[in-house]
């Protein structure tokens, strides 16, 4: 008889570690094929960086995103 499969759990901060993990080995794997192409290694963390919108060094802010929270409501953009 096959024995039962045990569940393993994971903690919220378990997970969130690996997902900022992966983001980071994703983001140093574009940043390392755009320095390929001759993009200067600066410019390819910014460019990076606003995509998966993280600040880099002196960067004050990212962009906002607009589909986030902001106070604008449907009346002021029409």
Do not use: C
């Not at 390819?44 to 002196?58: C, L, P, T, W």
């Amino acid at each position: 008889m096959a024995s039962p499969m045990a569940k393993k759990t994971a903690s919220v901060e378990e997970v969130l570690a690996a997902i900022d993990a992966a983001r980071d080995k994703v983001m140093a794997d574009e940043v390392k094929s755009l320095t390929k192409l001759g993009i200067p290694k600066a410019m390819a963390y910014q460019m990076i960086a606003s995509r998966f919108h993280q600040k880099v060094g002196n960067q004050e802010e990212a962009e906002p995103d607009p589909f986030e929270g902001n106070a604008t409501s449907w009346e002021e953009i029409s």
